[in-house]
């Protein structure tokens, strides 16, 4: 890297980090402010972390000092192609790094969580059973429907998850192979499964674990080998590094006997023509084995630089941080009856900044829609991509979204979706104290404005 490259990528290092962490991390969009209903402005109180999280200022720092030296990666001949490549592949150490993978594994840099999942889907090999539980993320739950897919019924502990995910294995053909994938911290309840413990129970079966770590990574240190999981996958966008880029890292062995997921150049070391008039192929055993194209060279870098920050900020100082966010939204929401809670593993259990509640009397869409536009709060509202989780935690069958005027939960009656408040390392105290305001004083007088439904969602009427 080029001395002025190190000198701007240093100075961003040193100015954006706060190592106390006593405050919130520096975030874009935190001076950005929205318009109210009803009328004037405020400061947007971004709190759908769980969906995407803002970009750290560390990591746009970073990118915007990296920018002018970007070039072509790989096989370029010129100065900046040569710091690029050397850039793009000093980030999967990185990442490795920060995931404390074996010295044996490789870090495929992929789209997203989603991506990294159905690669892995993808090299398979033959007759691999799959035991996936039903409470998944659909990008978890998704991408196995062509394997031997064995959908596991909602645990109501985490002993009773590992206890279900033994019996599941315990009947399965010993000999064949088989993969086990978990969430590392539900986007729905924001709960941590017993990672480890299932980890230990798939590799006593001789089954192998992958680990959807979308929400995890961003809130809490993932260690591959203390989890003793053969495969983690997470994306950067959720990793306050939105540039488009993911991961998937872990065991090179079912990633090099596979056909790369994506045929084409970078994945292809050599192709020469048959004298029978087709084409002969040797592909990489490498990650680049799985990475064919022209690779994402700002999306890696960025989350290479998130990776960073977080690691220079302190886990355990952002854990620190968080469990009070978290305390202060608990509370204030059990402060009011109206609020449930949606929750697998109850309210003792360890848990990220995501959570999803209903409110009695009220459409979740016609709730969230409220909070924006009356306080500035983007949170989210639906079933979140995990249809059959918020499903059974609601109690309620698949239906069409009701009118946002008529409540389609009437006081004691079930709810169809739900909301979801979620927050992470750059949000002030202030957003989530906003927030539990706006949830007592909307439950207490109601809406301000009306709303109206445009195409299934709740939406300011004027
Ligand atoms: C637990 C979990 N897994 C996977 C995903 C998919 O992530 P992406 O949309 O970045 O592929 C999400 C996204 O919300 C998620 O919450």
Same mark, same amino acid.
């Given at each position: 890297?080029?001395?002025?490259?190190?000198?701007?990528?240093?100075?961003?290092?040193?100015?954006?980090?706060?190592?106390?962490?006593?405050?919130?991390?520096?975030?874009l969009g935190r001076d950005v402010?929205?318009? +109210?209903?009803?009328?004037?402005?405020?400061?947007?109180?971004?709190?759908?972390?769980?969906?995407?999280?803002?970009?750290?200022?560390?990591?746009?720092?970073?990118?915007?000092?990296?920018?002018?030296?970007?070039?072509?990666?790989?096989?370029?001949?010129?100065?900046?192609?040569?710091?690029?490549?050397?850039?793009?592949?000093?980030?999967?150490?990185?990442?490795?790094?920060?995931?404390?993978?074996?010295?044996?594994?490789?870090?495929?840099?992929?789209?997203?969580?989603?991506?990294?999942?159905?690669?892995?889907?993808?090299?398979?090999?033959?007759?691999?059973?799959?035991?996936?539980?039903?409470?998944?993320?659909?990008?978890?739950?998704?991408?196995?429907?062509?394997?031997?897919?064995?959908?596991?019924?909602?645990?109501?502990?985490?002993?009773?998850?590992?206890?279900?995910?033994?019996?599941?294995?315990?009947?399965?053909?010993?000999?064949?192979?088989?993969?086990?994938?978990?969430?590392?911290?539900?986007?729905?309840?924001?709960?941590?499964? $017993?990672?480890?413990?299932?980890?230990?129970?798939?590799?006593?079966?001789?089954?192998?674990?992958?680990?959807?770590?979308?929400?995890?990574?961003?809130?809490?240190?993932?260690?591959?080998?203390?989890?003793?999981?053969?495969?983690?996958a997470f994306s950067g966008h959720?990793?306050?590094?939105?540039?488009?880029?993911?991961?998937?890292?872990?065991?090179?062995?079912?990633?090099?006997?596979?056909?790369?997921?994506?045929?084409?150049?970078?994945?292809?070391?050599?192709?020469?023509?048959?004298?029978?008039?087709?084409?002969?192929?040797?592909?990489?055993?490498?990650?680049?084995?799985?990475?064919?194209?022209?690779?994402?060279?700002?999306g890696v870098y960025s989350i290479?630089?998130?990776?960073?920050?977080?690691?220079?900020?302190?886990?355990?100082?952002?854990?620190?941080?968080?469990?009070?966010?978290?305390?202060?939204?608990?509370?204030?929401?059990?402060?009011?009856?109206?609020?449930?809670?949606?929750?697998?593993?109850?309210?003792?259990?360890?848990?990220?900044?995501?959570?999803?509640?209903?409110?009695?009397?009220?459409?979740?869409?016609?709730?969230?829609?409220?909070?924006?536009?009356?306080?500035?709060?983007?949170?989210?509202?639906?079933?979140?991509?995990?249809?059959?989780?918020?499903?059974?935690?609601?109690?309620?069958?698949?239906?069409?979204?009701?009118?946002?005027?008529? $409540?389609?939960?009437?006081?004691?009656?079930?709810? +169809?979706?739900?909301?979801?408040?979620?927050?992470?390392?750059?949000?002030?105290?202030?957003?989530?104290?906003?927030?539990?305001?706006?949830?007592?004083?909307?439950?207490?007088?109601?809406?301000?404005?009306?709303?109206?439904?445009?195409?299934?969602?709740?939406? $300011?009427?004027?």
């Amino acid at each position: 890297m080029s001395a002025s490259l190190n000198a701007a990528v240093a100075t961003a290092t040193t100015t954006a980090v706060d190592p106390a962490c006593a405050e919130p991390l520096a975030v874009l969009g935190r001076d950005v402010t929205v318009p +109210l209903v009803t009328g004037g402005e405020v400061s947007y109180a971004a709190l759908d972390y769980a969906a995407s999280a803002p970009a750290l200022q560390r990591v746009w720092d970073d990118v915007a000092a990296y920018a002018p030296y970007y070039g072509s990666v790989h096989r370029g001949a010129g100065y900046l192609s040569q710091l690029s490549t050397d850039l793009f592949e000093q980030s999967r150490v990185t990442v490795a790094e920060f995931l404390d993978c074996r010295p044996t594994d490789q870090v495929v840099f992929t789209r997203s969580t989603t991506d990294s999942l159905n690669l892995l889907a993808a090299v398979l090999p033959a007759d691999c059973q799959v035991f996936v539980f039903e409470t998944e993320h659909h990008a978890s739950l998704l991408p196995w429907v062509d394997a031997q897919v064995t959908y596991l019924n909602a645990p109501r502990t985490p002993a009773e998850a590992v206890a279900t995910l033994e019996r599941a294995l315990a009947d399965r053909d010993p000999y064949g192979p088989a993969l086990v994938c978990v969430t590392g911290a539900s986007n729905v309840t924001g709960e941590l499964w $017993p990672v480890k413990e299932l980890a230990a129970a798939a590799h006593a079966h001789g089954a192998r674990i992958v680990l959807d770590a979308a929400q995890l990574a961003p809130h809490h240190p993932v260690s591959v080998q203390e989890l003793d999981v053969d495969w983690v996958a997470f994306s950067g966008h959720k990793l306050y590094a939105p540039f488009g880029s993911g991961v998937l890292a872990g065991r090179a062995d079912w990633l090099q006997q596979a056909q790369p997921y994506l045929a084409g150049g970078g994945a292809s070391r050599k192709v020469a023509r048959r004298e029978d008039g087709g084409v002969d192929v040797e592909w990489h055993t490498t990650a680049a084995r799985h990475e064919a194209g022209s690779p994402n060279v700002i999306g890696v870098y960025s989350i290479a630089s998130a990776c960073k920050a977080l690691t220079e900020a302190g886990f355990e100082n952002l854990v620190a941080r968080e469990r009070h966010l978290i305390a202060k939204v608990r509370k204030g929401l059990a402060e009011v009856p109206a609020v449930r809670i949606l929750s697998l593993f109850g309210d003792d259990a360890p848990r990220v900044g995501v959570i999803s509640f209903v409110v009695d009397g009220w459409n979740s869409s016609h709730f969230a829609a409220a909070l924006s536009a009356e306080y500035g709060i983007g949170v989210r509202d639906g079933l979140f991509c995990a249809h059959p989780l918020v499903r059974t935690l609601l109690g309620s069958e698949p239906q069409a979204q009701g009118e946002c005027g008529a $409540p389609e939960a009437a006081p004691g009656e079930r709810s +169809l979706n739900a909301i979801r408040v979620s927050f992470g390392a750059g949000t002030p105290d202030e957003h989530v104290e906003r927030f539990v305001r706006a949830v007592k004083e909307l439950v207490a007088d109601g809406a301000k404005w009306q709303y109206r439904t445009e195409e299934g969602r709740c939406v $300011p009427a004027v």
